[in-house]
Every structure is written in structure tokens, then in C-alpha cells.
């Protein structure tokens, strides 16, 4: 009896710092939004309950056009993303071995650690009219003008993706690592080409790990806020500056917060919808990462 | 069959030169003597670390307090979040992996939920829930509850939120891997509790602690989203980078950019050495 | 009672949830006795041995030691060591510091147990390697060293779950004999788990046999090949023909059993309306001349289906008028039969001692 | 030792002039600078805690004050009224007032006009001429709500008078909206820094841009090419203040640094400083020579006179000028 | 020759940086045959196997198919299919899909396909296996899956690399008959790779004999058991007792061999100033009366050193005058020596046809 309390009373104090954590700093803070998203403003420092906010949202085409823009180029990025990414896995996975294969890995990893500031910064400096390409183009020739390649949604797109890469390749590699060789050579035996191994034996093989990829590459890009400002135009808004510009500029925390409520939403269920598609789940999706 | 083609090779070659060109750049034009980040090259200066800024009316970063305080401020986060990650971290990963209670599937879930919420929203959601309660508390105490204000203290709360699920999964991972048959083998020879945790079972995770301690210094010194959301009148270093780039790139900017990959170069070959002791 | 048996098992069951993974399991091991339990995969082994070495409790029953009742005795404070099927030898210590961790762990002082541990590398024939890695050994020397580790503490009982599970076939052929001797020279009382029949008939003194999670016979190699008490006793140590039919008449010590072809064999033992027949192939006598087998109750007529050649375990598969399988007989190394073909005829026979009936 | 924790604009307080304060009242003065929008808005994350003394536009903060009570009234006892251009502080405490209870006195004042490359650009005279094609790509301005006032005055709107009504407020607004929407394809990018556009103009990224008055002068420091031009609609004249938050801790020093700024030797250096000018009576006197010249190149005096002042905002507005501020940004 | 044999390896050598894998090996398999190639760990044989199916390319030498070499030809493109070790079926695919694969890849109709494919699960009796999971299938299933895989594309030659390496004991006993039995209904030529000798005796109608990349002897089953004709052939197939000594007299076809001891013995083949001699187990005769050995040349005196009771493949270790190593013999089952105990004197003989000598 004293030894069944004593083990209930380790499990309890292995579990508190959990409990706290999830308690304090993910679930009561939702909550929060979600009790502040439907609070409305009527008189300076007076709140009612109501859905004005949403109904905000909907009335309001810059608001869910803005969300429409940020969903779907998020979802063009993720799939850029994995088209470019999974050659480099392929090869990462399954060509180079030893040395080689940890030094590209490494090198993957790198840019990645660094800033995504710095990254950025980069690519301005690369971009700009005055920039690295730019110039370059003008002193071969090709350009006589000086060229603007950034504040564009290319320059955006091109950012996400640059992003969004390393988190692709990570669970991409793994999930392809993990593809015995002999089940490949065995689709070569039985009269496979390259094509079919691909499509019928790499590819489901490495679902798990295009599923993690790219749901973590949303996640990113969706979320992501300083690249769009950065790199983006004077015509491009992210649906994360809406949230922050009603947190910071227009101080409409209840606007934010409904704001926040829909990005989640919209974040979820797109990653539900592809977990459902694929036939995988969260869990094992997760742990390929 | 898996010998790869040619344009493969290329592409792999392309791939890697897309990845450093915008790291390549910053790096180099930290030592162009010239205001602004960008060609043509005027020539090779110091001025942009080490300079008084008699030269170009802004001192180098090595003396300027403003990126000095940063970094401090930067490192005030880091530590107190690696720490914290890898301490609550290793008990999570305990709870994961060794403890059995009802509910377990679905604290294991909320565990990685942190992953899929985007920083921004993690960011408001903290910040409105601690405005919350500390108004409330002060209401009730009478007294001030700055540390929950935004500041350094609500952004080390912030970043621990969703490092935590990241120190909890490497170490966890580890632990998986840890044959527990170890452990009993110990047990058997006469070795207390104690001891086995000791002798045999951190010696055996003291790779991923370390790994995991270092992913979470990286991630807090990186992170911008969550950060930008808490922050006080005391930025880290990405914060004030922000604020810098928005009011017009400066070589200054680069050479801070240079500093900071050096350090995360540095970090992550300890990381990587430490790795390949695990293999 | 007290020291003349060195552990005492009596009515241990384990329960894990509604399922009984141990079933009231009562057995002695005397000191100095190498003593296995053999059994097929799921039959509880492991539990009854991890109860024994404390690292489960058991939901009745006790559990003896020279005669001191372990209950409540947790693992560490229990005078019995584990080989464990991993081995488990710490890769993060040398080869010395895990023979000498148990040591230490009492409180002997560092200079004496390493002192102690390089002697008991010394006498299993790893004089030398105590400053290796673990993982720079082969197979065979890991095990020597996770058998060291538990000797070197002296205790009154090491426990060995399936310690050769891991290494390749000629490997656990040699460790086989070295393990036997290994215990002779120490003479420390084995409680030795597998379920692998050659691993047990070659090392024990004594077996038993555990399926699902109850003991069906405990008793000495021979005793166990010889004189199976069940059928599943008979099928699971060593090779065997299996007949099942119907028992018919019973005379003077003998039984027949009546095959559904309408074949009928004799035997010895208890059959009911259903019977199980068991022989030896090695008690198949061959003949090509059915004369020669005139004294043999048990005689059939066949054709040679197949020639298993396997050196001096050959053996042949023979299609008998009136049997459903093939019968298995041994290869005849000399004699006209030496070099029989497939497809040849031949006539098979057995003595009734020579096969054992049950009631299915 | 005491702290002052001072929330301001970059370069209102220079380095020699908070040693100075250091060393007479062992004060020491920990500066965070900002811009009108994320000063309240940290101040409305913590209530107003976390800094002793801000210094927002003085049209922004009745309408937060009412809003979120970030600020504490003043204790106008505590002030030198005497050291202040006295209309200057007139209008402002009326402006400033919630309750009649008044929460901000004047510092730095400046004006929004054009930064023009006269070379580049010799036509620009006023904010519509940002939207010539013939400097498509070439021009700028903040997307932020002095570009709205400025182009509803520029075409003959006059935003200030529909404050009381915020329906016609809103309407006036779309209005100026469509039109910025149009001119948008002109604006190389929305600036957000000062600096930022400054290099922008140096490299010659950009020719024309609605800007501060500082920043012309700065330029034209360098190159005489580059003016700041009073737009003909008139330029929009900003006063920052002194304004003390609900939760400082230090108010004591809050009172001692504004006595201290306000000193004319004092308001003319951080004045000088800021490139700007300040309330400080008497302190015009004691300022260089250059700034006043090109005050006076930039403002003829029509223009000084055609310069508008920003009444207060009534809580409510930015609402309506945020929601075209982001339909103009996020539109294309 | 175009069609007399199936596969000719002709001088195949393989280089991996200086070491040879494979060192110029040349055989034939006839069509409709079992062939083996039985070697230790890490003697060459996947990668000779890996060659013929195309994922290795020969450094020198060629490989031919019915007479067409392959030299050149990819993979997929080849008359030959393999059961890997791992299986490595798809894990990705049902059952069915995975047998209907390799026709689908040859462009025959999704329809027609399935139904070939479901035959041939017919075939290999797995019946209405078609839509499982491959993972939801036992061990031995999974082997057959593997085989029909290969088998519904009708190859000229199948390649089975170690491919019982994965199962249990008692399965993999199983499986050996099964397979032998599965070639000889399809009669498609089998090249088999294995490092266990007792499934290449029972399977083949040939084996190599392979080591360190060199082929030692091709032959039946018996003529390897029988007449190695290496000292590593003789002790890599099948158990035997191991001497080494000096050749001394040579005498009408019979060879003495001095043991370090003094001792001498006799046997059959070369002998050089080193020696080594073999005998197998079960051609050594035991007897307790020294006169009934008296026609055999080899005589000697021991005693037992150990009992190893394991049913039919029961031996006995015994100690013996003159020998390093205790002479390994077959237990008698019956007899009087059949009770033999740890300790008992006992006389052992062999003949000299048993004992085959070679040049160390
Ligand atoms: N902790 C446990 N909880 C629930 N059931 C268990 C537990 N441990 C073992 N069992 C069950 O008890 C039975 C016996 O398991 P045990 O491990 O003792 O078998 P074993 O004889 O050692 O088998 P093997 O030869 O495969 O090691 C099995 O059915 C197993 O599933
Ligand atoms: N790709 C390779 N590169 C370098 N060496 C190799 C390669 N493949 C095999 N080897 C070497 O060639 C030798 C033969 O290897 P192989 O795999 O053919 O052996 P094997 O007889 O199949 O052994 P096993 O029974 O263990 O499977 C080994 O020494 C191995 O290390
Ligand atoms: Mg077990
Ligand atoms: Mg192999």
C-alpha cells in the first residue's frame, strides 16, 4: 500500500514539470486566445462576449485574402520545397557513404543554425537592385539597367523555400535511409526501371518521411514572419504580420487573437488533412523529424 | 544502379553553392569598406568590428554597445532556456519512455503539440495569458510582477514552451535506445537506485543531454517569431538585428551575421564531435 | 533443510493481468547442479527467472534461498546473479570495470576489485583484456565476461537467461562445452534458461520442461529423451515421428493404436479415444527384406521419398502404406541400405518399448 | 543606484547628455528607443509597467489613455512650465488632456514633407507628384498614418475637421485609400526606417519620398542635390512629448530628466542631435547656424504657416486608418 | 553448348580496391539443378551471387546464361531473379502486389497479372494470401512469397542468397525440405548460397565449396563428406576430429602421421613434414576390450571426458593417451557402452580408409 503511494508519488513529481509546462505555457494560453478572440470591443475599456472578430474576418476581404494568399503559397513552397529537396535526400540517403555522407548532412545543417536573419540578410544583399546579382548581371553584360529581383513574391517564395530546405532533407534522408538496399536491388531484379522503383518502391517507402517534411515545412512557412517582411513587396502581406500588426500597431489584442485562433486552425488542418490523405499519423510522423 | 548520373552530381553541386551563396555574401561584405552591404568592392576594412566610427559615423560591432547588449541579452535567454530544456527535458523523456499511467498516449501528444503551433501565435498566446495573470495577481497582491511582463523572463518562458518538446524528444529518443536490461544488470550486481542512475544510465545519456543542450542554446539564440512577441526593452540578438535591417542594411549587421555564424559553427562542431562519440 | 538445497521454488505463480504467465511452478535446485528450463518461446521462462533474480514479484507463492524466503528481498539485495540474453555488460566501462562494477557497488575499495576482477578474467581466459572495450570483443569473449561479472561476487546461484541466443551457430556449439566446464570449475550452482533442446540436453544435470507457464516434467536428459512424460515432452526434445489415431486394444503392457488409414501400431503407454504415437527415428530399423524385421511388432512397407544427406545426421524420409506423413528414419551409414536412392523401396519396423503413446 | 528606464526615439537621448543627468543627479538613465505604435503598444502589454518616462506624438495619447490607461497624469507642480515655448505647451496639455487631467508636455517637434533628389526629380512639389509615372519604382513613403493625412490633404480633403465623426472619417479614408492604392505602383518599397530610406535616397534607389524634415537636411548635409520641400498641401507638424506610464516606478527622476531636457543648453544639443527642433524656450538661440538655414530654405513663410499641426486622435480612428493601411498594403 | 548448361561463370575475378572478393572462379550449372556454394562468413559468396544477377560488375571474367553473356547487361534487363536474405520483399505492397510486381514491370495487364500471381501463390501454397499485408505473414510464409516472386516470372535461373539465415531452428528444418521439394515440382535451376553446412548436404545436387574467394572443390554432397579434397573442405563440412602432426612412413597407399606426442597414426592421402589428419566422429569405434579393436590400425586408450547427451547426435568426448585434443566420438545407443559415464576407461580404433590425411 505505502509502496503503491510512494510510486504514485514519484510518478506525480516526474509528471508536475510537465503538467506545468503544458499547463502554463501551451494550453491556459490558448485558452486565453481563444476567450480574448471572442471579446469585443464596445466603449474604451469595455469588452462583451460576441463573434465580431470573426465575423470581422469574413466581412473583411483583405483579411482572409491575406489568409488565402498565406495558405496557398505556403502550400506552393512546401511542394517547391520537396521537389528540390528530395534529389539531395536521395543522394544524402542512399549514394554517399561514410565521410562523405556526414559532411553533407553537416553542411545542410549549418545555414540552418545560423539566424534565419542572417539568411535573409543574405539574400537582400544578392537580391537587391544594388545587390550581388544585379551587378554581376550588368558587368557581364547581360543587363544594362540595374536589375530588382527583391520585395517580389518571387523573392519570397524563394526565401520560404531556402528555409524550409534543411527541414525537409532531415526527414526526408531518414526515412529513405531506413529503405533496406535489398528491397531496392530486388525491384531492379524483378525487371524494375529506374521509373517504376521509384514511383512504386522509394516513394511509398519514404511517405512517412514526406509527410514529417512537409509538414514541418509548413508549419515553418505559414508561421514564418520575418522572411515575408523582409523579402516581400509592398504588395505582399503574411497572414503573421496581420496578427502582428493588430498585436503591435493597432494594439486590437482581441482582433490578434482571432487572428491567431484561424492560423491555427488553418495550420491544423492542413496538417490533419495531409496526415488523412497519406494515411500516417502524427506520432511516427513526428518522430521521423 | 545507384551510381548517380552526372546531372545529378551537378544539381547536388548547385544545390550546395544555393545554400552558402547568401552566408558567402554576408561573410564577405562584412569587410567592404563602404556604408552599405553591397558591390561594388571598395576594399578590405576592419572598421565594421573593431572601428570607433569615426570612419562611417556607426562604431563596429565589437564596440558598440547596442550589439554587445544584445548578444548579453542573447546569451541571458540561451543559457537559462538550455539549462532549463535539458533538466525538464530529461524528466519528460522519463515520463515518456519509462512511466506507465493512464492518459500517457495523451500527454505524449500535447507533448509535440508545441511543434505545430507557429511561433507568432505561441508568442500572443503567451503574452496575453501572463498580461492576464499578472494583472490579476497584482490586483490581488498589490505588488509588481515585472518578471512576467514582457522582458527576458516571459521570452526564456516563451522559448522553453516549444524547445522543451525538442530537448524532450532527443533525449527520449535516447532513451528509447537504452537497453534497459542495463540498468537490472546493475540492479542485480548489488548497485542502489542511485548508483544505477549514475554509474549507468546518465553516462549513457550524457550524449543527448549534451546534444540536446546544444540544439536548445542554437534554437533560443536563432529564434525570432516567439521572441519578437515577448520581448521587453532588453532585445536579444535577432531582435535587435530585426530592428536594425528594418531601418536600412549596414555592413555592421553583416559583421554581427559573421560573428554569429562562427559561434554556431563553433557549437555545432562540439555537437558534431560529440555525436560521432556517441557512434 | 536449510543448506541442502540451494533454492527452493514452491507454488510461485505470476499473473499478469488474467494471464498466467507462471503457473504454480514448485522446483528444488541443489547446490553445485547445473539446472535448465526448457521450453518454447512465451512459455514464461523469462518471468520465473526474473522473479528468482527480483525483478518481478510474484503473485503467490515463495521463493527460497538456502532456505531464507526472498519476499520483499529487492534485486540488489538478493544473493543470486543474472546472465542476462543481451548480455547488458556496460559500453560505457571497460571490461575490467564491469567485472569489477558488482564489487565496488558492496564497497570493496577500488585497488581490491580491480585486483579481484583481472583474477577472474584470468581464470575464464581473458587474462589481459580488463582495459578493452566492451565492444572490441568477439561474441564468445562477451559472454565470458558477462559470466565473470556475476562470479566474481561469489554468489550461491547465477541465473543464465538464453546467454547463447545471440552467437552464431559453431560458436554456441564450442560455448555449449566451455559453459559446462565453466561450472564445473567454479562449481556454483546454474539456473540456466533456453529453449533450444540441444542447449539443454548437452549442459544439464537437470531439466525441466515449461509450457505455458506450468512445468510438464522435470527429470535428467536421458530421462526426459527417453521416458517423456507428455506428448508435448515427447515432440519438443529431439527429433520424432508423430502418429495420432485411436487406441484399440491393450495387452499385457502394450498398446495399439489404430491410425485413421486403419493401420494399426503398438506401443507403450496410456491411450484413450484419442492417442498419440511418438518414435525416434533413430529407433526405425531398416530392412530390405521384410524377414529381418519379423520380430519387430511394428512393421510397414514404404519407398524412400527423399535422402536427407547431413553427414552423420542424415536421415530418410520414407512414404509408408498407411501413415499420413512420411516416416523419418536414420540414414544407414553402412550396410546394403548405405547408399539407398529415392524412390526405392524398403520396409520399416520398430520395437512397441520404442514408441510411446499418450491420450491426446 | 537610482535608474530612470527611459522609452524614446533614436536620438533623443545622446550618450553625453545622459552622462551629464548621470553626473548631476547620479541617475542612471537606461535608454530603449522606438516608434509611436510599438511604445504603446508596450506599454499596453504591460499595462504601462516596465519604463519610468515615453515620449510619444502628443496626438497619440489621448486616445490610448482612454483606451488602456497606460499613463499617469502629470503633476504639472513638478515641471518648469517656465523653460517651454509657452503656446507650444498650451497646446499640447490641451491636446493631451483626458478627463481634464493632462498627461503630456512637448519636447521635439519636427515636420513630414518631401526628401526630393532635385536632380533626379526637379518636378516634385507635392505628395501626388509621388505618384508621377515618371518615377515609377522610383518613389517612397511610410505606409503608416501620417501618408493618409498627408495625401487627404494633398487632394483637397481635409482630414482633421471629420475627426468628431467617424463615419465620415471612414469615408474620407476609403477615399484617400483608392487613391494610394493607385499611386502604389509607383513605391519602390514602404519605408520603415529612417535610415533605411536614407540609404535608399544615397544609392539613388530611390528619388523622391514623403519623409521627416531631419532626414532632408541629413541628406542635404551631403549632397546640396538633396532638399526637403514643404509640400505645397502643406506639411504636417508633429510634436513628441513627455509622458509618464501608469506603473513607472521612478517618477522623481521622470520629472528630473524633463527639467533637465528642457534646459535651452540642454534642448539645443539633444535638439541638434535629432536634427529637429525642440520646445525648450530660448534654446533656438543657442542652436547652430546650418540647421536654421536649411529650416529656412525648406520653409518659406507660407509654408510655416501652411504647416498642420495633428490634433489629438480620437480613440476609434486608427481602426479605421489601420484597416486601409493593410488593405493598401496587402492589395495589388 | 548454347543450351547445356544454364549458367557458366568463366574466370570471374573481383577486386575491391587491392583485396579480391572473388579470385578467378569458374563453374557450370546444368539446367533443372540444385547448386550450392558453401563457404564461411565473408569468403565471396554474395558477391559472386551479385554478379550474376547484375549489381556487381566482374573486374575479369564473364558470366553467361544459356550461353549469351551478360557482360554489359543491367539488372533488370537479366534472366535471373533472387530471393535476397533479408527477403527484402515490398513492404510497401500486399502479397499479391508484390508477386505481380516483377510481371506488371514487364508490361503484362494489371488483370492478367493479378491472376498469374494468384496461381502462383496457389502454387506455393498460399492460397488466398493475395491481399495480406506481407508483414502479417509468419516466417516461412514470407520465404515462400520471396520464391514465388521470382518464380512467376519464370526465370531460367533463380539466386537464393542465405535465404533460411533469418528463420528459427525448427522452421529452418522445415523449410529445407520445402524448398528441395518446391525446385523439384518447378524445375527451374537453383543456385543457392549458404554457410550452413547441413542445408547445403540436404538440398543440393551440387556444392562449391568456397573460401576466401577461391572455389576448394565442386561436388555431391557425399564426395564433400566423403573425399574432401582439402584440409578445409574436411573440416568446414561436417563435425570431425582434427590432428596435426608429421608424416612419417608411407606404405601401399596408407600414410603415417606422427602427433607431436610420439604417437602415430594412420591414414589415407598426401602428407608433407606437416600434416594434418581428420576422422570423423561416427568412424570412430569405441569398445571397452582393447582385443575387439584388434583388426584396426588406429588404436588407442582413453577415458571420457565428457557425456554430450543430445538424443540421436549424442557424443562423447574422451580423453585420449597421446592426443592434444579429446578425441570426439558417436555416443553408442545401445550396446554395452550405451550407459557410459564421465571417467569410464574405453579403448578407441579407427580405420585407416577413415582417417584422410593432407599437406598443412
Ligand atoms: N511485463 C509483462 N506484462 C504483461 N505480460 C507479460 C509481461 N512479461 C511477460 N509477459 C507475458 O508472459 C508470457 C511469458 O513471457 P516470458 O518472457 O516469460 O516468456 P519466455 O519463455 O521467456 O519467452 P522467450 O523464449 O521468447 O524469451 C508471455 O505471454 C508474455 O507476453
Ligand atoms: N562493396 C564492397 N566494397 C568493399 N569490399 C566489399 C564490398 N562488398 C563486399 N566486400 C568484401 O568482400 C568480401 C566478401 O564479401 P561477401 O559479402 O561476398 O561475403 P559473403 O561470403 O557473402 O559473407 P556472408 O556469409 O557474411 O554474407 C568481404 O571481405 C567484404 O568485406
Ligand atoms: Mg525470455
Ligand atoms: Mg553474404
Not at chain 1, 28 to 46: G, T
Not at chain 2, 6 to 15: G, Q, R
Not at chain 3, 201 to 230: C, K, W
Request: some cysteine; overall charge neutral; charged content about 15%.
Amino acid at each position: 500500500m505505502i509502496a503503491k503511494q510512494a510510486s504514485r508519488l514519484t510518478l506525480f513529481l516526474l509528471l508536475a514539470p510537465a503538467i506545468l509546462w503544458l499547463g502554463l505555457l501551451i494550453v491556459l494560453p490558448h485558452v486565453e486566445i481563444l476567450v480574448l478572440s471572442f471579446s469585443e470591443r464596445v466603449a474604451p475599456r469595455v469588452y462583451a462576449f460576441g463573434f465580431g472578430n470573426y465575423l470581422e474576418f469574413f466581412t473583411e476581404p483583405l483579411y482572409w485574402r491575406t489568409f488565402a494568399r498565406t495558405a496557398f503559397m505556403s502550400i506552393l513552397v512546401t511542394a517547391l520545397t520537396l521537389v528540390l529537396a528530395f534529389p539531395i535526400a536521395l543522394y544524402i540517403a542512399r549514394v554517399a557513404q561514410g565521410r562523405l555522407k556526414a559532411m553533407l548532412l553537416l553542411l545542410c545543417l549549418l545555414p540552418f543554425w545560423v539566424s534565419e536573419l542572417v539568411r535573409t540578410l543574405g539574400w537582400m544583399i544578392l537580391l537587391r537592385e544594388t545587390g550581388v546579382i544585379s551587378y554581376a548581371l550588368r558587368s557581364m553584360g547581360v543587363a544594362r539597367e540595374p536589375v530588382e529581383l527583391l520585395y517580389n513574391d518571387g523573392a519570397v517564395i524563394l526565401g520560404l523555400v531556402y528555409g524550409g530546405l534543411l527541414f525537409m532533407i532531415v526527414p526526408l534522408a531518414n526515412a529513405l535511409e531506413s529503405l533496406e538496399p535489398a528491397v531496392v536491388e530486388a525491384g531492379y531484379d524483378l525487371g524494375g526501371s529506374r521509373w517504376t522503383v521509384l514511383r512504386r518502391i522509394v516513394i511509398p517507402h519514404a511517405m512517412p518521411g514526406i509527410v514529417a517534411g512537409c509538414i514541418i515545412v509548413f508549419m515553418l512557412t505559414v508561421g514564418n514572419f520575418a522572411t515575408p517582411v523582409l523579402l516581400g513587396g509592398k504588395n505582399g502581406l503574411w497572414f503573421t504580420e496581420q496578427i502582428y500588426a493588430q498585436f503591435i500597431t493597432r494594439f486590437n489584442w482581441p482582433q490578434g487573437a482571432a487572428f491567431g485562433m484561424l492560423l491555427l486552425l488553418l495550420s491544423s488542418a492542413i496538417v490533419w488533412l495531409g496526415l488523412r490523405l497519406t494515411g500516417q499519423s502524427l506520432g511516427t510522423t513526428l518522430k521521423q523529424a | 544502379m545507384n551510381r548517380p548520373s552526372i546531372t545529378w552530381k551537378l544539381y547536388i553541386a548547385a544545390f550546395y553553392l544555393f545554400l552558402f551563396a547568401p552566408l558567402l555574401v554576408v561573410a564577405i561584405f562584412a569587410f567592404n569598406a563602404s556604408p552599405f552591404p553591397s558591390p561594388p568592392w571598395r576594399g578590405f576594412t576592419l572598421e565594421w568590428f573593431t572601428g570607433s566610427g569615426a570612419v562611417f559615423g556607426k562604431p563596429g560591432v565589437l564596440v558598440d554597445p547596442i550589439w554587445l547588449e544584445s548578444i548579453g541579452n542573447s546569451f541571458k535567454v540561451a543559457i537559462p532556456v538550455a539549462l532549463l530544456a535539458v533538466l525538464l527535458g530529461t524528466v519528460n523523456a522519463w515520463v515518456l519512455e519509462r512511466a506507465e499511467f493512464r492518459g500517457k498516449t495523451f500527454v505524449a501528444m500535447m507533448m509535440l503539440w508545441p511543434l505545430v503551433i507557429p511561433g507568432v501565435v505561441l508568442g500572443i498566446s503567451i503574452l496575453a495569458f501572463f498580461s492576464r495573470v499578472t494583472n490579476g495577481l497584482e490586483d490581488w497582491l498589490q505588488t509588481d510582477l515585472d518578471f512576467l511582463r514582457p522582458g527576458l523572463p516571459l521570452v526564456v518562458l516563451g522559448q522553453l514552451s516549444f524547445i522543451l518538446t525538442i530537448a524532450t524528444l532527443i533525449i527520449a529518443a535516447r532513451l528509447r535506445k537504452f537497453d534497459r536490461a542495463l540498468e537490472e544488470a546493475a540492479f542485480d550486481l548489488g548497485a542502489s537506485r542511485a548508483r544505477v542512475l549514475r554509474t549507468v544510465t546518465l553516462p549513457f545519456l550524457s550524449p543527448a543531454l549534451i546534444g540536446a543542450g546544444l540544439v536548445a542554446l542554437l534554437m533560443s539564440f536563432e529564434n525570432f517569431n516567439t521572441t519578437l512577441m515577448l520581448v521587453g526593452s532588453e532585445a536579444p540578438l535577432p531582435i535587435a538585428m530585426y530592428g536594425q535591417m528594418r531601418e536600412g542594411a549596414s555592413p555592421a549587421i553583416n559583421a554581427v551575421s559573421l560573428l554569429l555564424m562562427l559561434g554556431v559553427g563553433g557549437i555545432a562542431s562540439v555537437f558534431a564531435l560529440t555525436s560521432k562519440a556517441e557512434r | 533443510m536449510a543448506s541442502s538445497t540451494d533454492l527452493d521454488i514452491v507454488n510461485v505463480t505470476k499473473r499478469f493481468g488474467s494471464h498466467a504467465a507462471v503457473d504454480d511452478v514448485s522446483f528444488s535446485v541443489a547446490p553445485g547442479e547445473f539446472f535448465s528450463i526448457l521450453g518454447p518461446s512465451g512459455c514464461g521462462k523469462t518471468t520465473l527467472m526474473r522473479m528468482i533474480a527480483g525483478f518481478e514479484h510474484p503473485t503467490s507463492g515463495d521463493i527460497r534461498i538456502r532456505g531464507q524466503s526472498m519476499i520483499g528481498v529487492p534485486a540488489n539485495k538478493r544473493p543470486v546473479n543474472m546472465v542476462f540474453q543481451s548480455l547488458a555488460l556496460f559500453p560505457m566501462m571497460s571490461v575490467g570495470e564491469n567485472v569489477a562494477y558488482g564489487l565496488t557497488c558492496r564497497g570493496v575499495s577500488r585497488a581490491e576489485a580491480d585486483e579481484r576482477a583481472s583474477r577472474m578474467l584470468e581464470r575464464v581466459g581473458l587474462k589481459g583484456f580488463g582495459s578493452r572495450r566492451v565492444t572490441a570483443l568477439s561474441g564468445g569473449q562477451r559472454q565470458r565476461v558477462a559470466i565473470a561479472r556475476c562470479l566474481v561476487l561469489e554468489p550461491t546461484l547465477v541465473l543464465l537467461d538464453e546467454p547463447l541466443g545471440a552467437l552464431d551457430l559453431k560458436l554456441r556449439e564450442h560455448m555449449k562445452i566451455e559453459l559446462k566446464q565453466l561450472q564445473g570449475t567454479f562449481n556454483t550452482t546454474f539456473a540456466y534458461i533456453t529453449h533450444d533442446q540441444s542447449e539443454a540436453l548437452v549442459m544439464s544435470d537437470r531439466i525441466a520442461v515449461m509450457n505455458q507457464g506450468r512445468f510438464e516434467q522435470v527429470g535428467s536428459p536421458r530421462e526426459l529423451y527417453h521416458n517423456p512424460a507428455t506428448p508435448f515432452v515427447a515432440s519438443f526434445v529431439g527429433e520424432t515421428n508423430r502418429l495420432q489415431g485411436e487406441a484399440a486394444a491393450v495387452s499385457n503392457g502394450t498398446i495399439a493404436v489404430r491410425l485413421p488409414s486403419g493401420a494399426v501400431v503398438q506401443g507403450q503407454g496410456k491411450g484413450a479415444a484419442k492417442a498419440l504415437a511418438f518414435v525416434r527415428p533413430e529407433a526405425v530399423a531398416l530392412a530390405q527384406d521384410p524377414a529381418s524385421l519379423s520380430n519387430l511388432p511394428n512393421r510397414f512397407e514404404g519407398r524412400v521419398s527423399a535422402v536427407l544427406f547431413d553427414g552423420a545426421a542424415s536421415s530418410l524420409l520414407i512414404d509408408t502404406t498407411g501413415f499420413e506423413q512420411p516416416v523419418r528414419a536414420v540414414l544407414p551409414q553402412a550396410g546394403p541400405l548405405a547408399g539407398i536412392q529415392v524412390g526405392a523401396p524398403v520396409h520399416v519396423g520398430w520395437t512397441a518399448d520404442a514408441m510411446k503413446v499418450f491420450a491426446a | 543606484a537610482e535608474k530612470l528606464r527611459l522609452l524614446t526615439w533614436s536620438g533623443y537621448a545622446p550618450a553625453d547628455i545622459v552622462a551629464q543627468f548621470t553626473k548631476e543627479t547620479g541617475i542612471e538613465v537606461e535608454v530603449t528607443t522606438s516608434n509611436n505604435e510599438e511604445m504603446i503598444s508596450k506599454l499596453r502589454a504591460t499595462q504601462g509597467a516596465g519604463f519610468d518616462l515615453a515620449q510619444p506624438s502628443q496626438d497619440r495619447i489621448a486616445g490610448p489613455q482612454t483606451e488602456f490607461g497606460i499613463y499617469k497624469p502629470l503633476d504639472m507642480s513638478k515641471i518648469k512650465s517656465d523653460q517651454f515655448i509657452g503656446s507650444m505647451l498650451e497646446a499640447t496639455k490641451k491636446n493631451t488632456s483626458v478627463d481634464s487631467k493632462v498627461y503630456g508636455v512637448p519636447h521635439i517637434w519636427g515636420t513630414d514633407g518631401l526628401v526630393v533628389n532635385t536632380k533626379a526629380a526637379p518636378k516634385v512639389a507635392d505628395y501626388n507628384d509621388l505618384c508621377d509615372p515618371a518615377l515609377a519604382g522610383k518613389t517612397s513613403f511610410r505606409a503608416k498614418r501620417p501618408a493618409l493625412i498627408a495625401f487627404a490633404f494633398a487632394n483637397g480633403m481635409d482630414p482633421f475637421a471629420a475627426y468628431g465623426d467617424a463615419k465620415a472619417y471612414a469615408a474620407l479614408m476609403d477615399k484617400v485609400g483608392a487613391k494610394l492604392a493607385e499611386c502604389k505602383k509607383n513605391v519602390k518599397f514602404f519605408w520603415e526606417g529612417n535610415d533605411q530610406l536614407l540609404n535608399a535616397v544615397r544609392s539613388g534607389e530611390i528619388v523622391a519620398a514623403m519623409a521627416w524634415d531631419t532626414g532632408g537636411w541629413k541628406l542635404n548635409a551631403d549632397n546640396p542635390d538633396m532638399k526637403f520641400i514643404a509640400p505645397k498641401s502643406g506639411a504636417l507638424g508633429w510634436v513628441d512629448t513627455f509622458a509618464i506610464p501608469a506603473k513607472g516606478r521612478n517618477d522623481d527622476a521622470a520629472y528630473k530628466w524633463i527639467n533637465f531636457n528642457m534646459r535651452p543648453e540642454i534642448a539645443a544639443k539633444v535638439a541638434a542631435a535629432a536634427g529637429n527642433f525642440t520646445a525648450s524656450n530660448g534654446a533656438d538661440k543657442l542652436m547652430e547656424g546650418k540647421l536654421k538655414d536649411q529650416f529656412a530654405e525648406s520653409f518659406p513663410k507660407a509654408a510655416i504657416d501652411n504647416i498642420r499641426w495633428y490634433p489629438a486622435v480620437p480613440a476609434g480612428l486608427e481602426e479605421i486608418e489601420g484597416k486601409v493601411l493593410d488593405r493598401l498594403k496587402a492589395g495589388s
